[in-house]
């Protein structure tokens, strides 16, 4: 496989990513709107934390500090959007 090849497969990979994290962005509007309606405050530190437990479980020991890394800047990302959407309601 040449370098063109590999880079049409990341492409590829790049797409996904892209669909799914939009999809999850989108979803932290759910989670915005339930926070509103039960007068929960965004930042949930416990949840934070077990969501990169759970995920850095599901990719290979040499990768997991950097997934961690990955998943903390979508959480914050994520808790941006929330911040947004909670503040376009008021």
């Known amino acids: 496989m040449d370098l063109t090849q590999i880079r ?16 999850r962005m989108e979803i932290t509007n759910e989670v915005a709107a339930y926070k509103i309606e039960h007068s929960l405050p965004v930042y949930h ?15 290979k020991e040499e990768y997991r500090d950097a997934l961690a890394v990955i ?7 994520s808790k941006k959007n929330q911040e947004h959407y909670i503040a376009s309601k008021k």
Request: aromatic residues 2%.
């Open 8 to 23: 049409d497969r990341i492409d590829q990979l790049d797409r996904q990513i892209a669909a799914l994290l939009t999809e």
């Open 45 to 59: 530190p416990e949840r934070e934390k077990q969501v990169i437990e759970k995920v850095s479980a599901l990719t």
């Open 71 to 77: 998943y903390q800047c979508i959480m914050d990302e």
